[in-house]
């Protein structure tokens, strides 16, 4: 089975009354063990996102699996999108 390298553009929701943080959830999910790389990055007007580049295995459900596993690190996640993607 081959692998796949996916970056993906992490957006988190803004709570109220504040903001969120931002490095705590990248650091929660550069805890997974298929990322490779996280780095938080400016948005617009104040926003910023956050970066992931991970590895995963070719296969029916895996990267939906994956997408699955960085919404569950922290309620704020939001939009999951793959900016690239390509094969190992």
Sequence with gaps: ???????YKVTLDQPEGGSPNYEGIAKMISDLK????????PLAFGMMYIEVQAV???G????????????????LVGQIEALEMGRL
Excluded: N, P, S, Y
Aim: aromatic letters at 2%; hydrophobic letters at 40%; charged letters at 40%.
């Design 1 to 7: 089975m081959g692998h796949v390298v996916v970056k």
């Design 34 to 41: 298929e990322v490779q790389e996280v780095e938080v990055k």
């Design 56 to 58: 995963l295995g070719e």
């Design 60 to 75: 029916e459900g895996i990267v939906d699996g994956f997408e699955d596993e960085v919404r569950a690190v922290d309620e």
